[in-house]
Nanobody
Framework: QVQLVESGGGLVQPGGSLRLSCAASGNLFSAAVMGWYRQAPGKQRELVADINTGGSTNYADSVKGRFTISGDNAKNTVYLQMNSLKPEDTAIYYC???????????WGQGTQVTVSS
């Protein structure tokens, strides 16, 4: 099993910034992909950004230029720096840790991000 501990969510005004962290522990494996997904009320869960152990990243078009994902392989931790936040970024953000084949796939419990004045 793999455990994921997320932190950093909260309430922020439009234009503000937040940094999410997700630390993985347990039966970890090499060549993993870690990422952030989000789900807003009434909408499907969607990819925000992910990063593999080689450092390659992938972003949703809606967050490109505003969000940055980074990873610390030594700490098995992934970060999501979110700048220029918009009300439409409001959602529960979930951390995901998976193998490249998706055969092993783990999710965090989620952290709420609310962008509102």
């Amino acid at each position: 099993q793999v455990q994921l501990v997320e932190s950093g969510g909260g309430l922020v005004q439009p234009g503000g910034s937040l940094r999410l962290s997700c630390a993985a522990s347990g039966n970890l494996f090499s060549a993993a992909v870690m990422g952030w997904y989000r789900q807003a009320p009434g909408k499907q869960r969607e990819l925000v950004a992910d990063i593999n152990t080689g450092g390659s990243t992938n972003y949703a078009d809606s967050v490109k230029g505003r969000f940055t994902i980074s990873g610390d392989n030594a700490k098995n931790t992934v970060y999501l720096q979110m700048n220029s936040l918009k009300p439409e970024d409001t959602a529960i953000y979930y951390c995901r840790y998976r193998s490249r084949s998706y055969l092993r796939d783990y999710w965090g419990q989620g952290t709420q991000v609310t962008v509102s004045s």
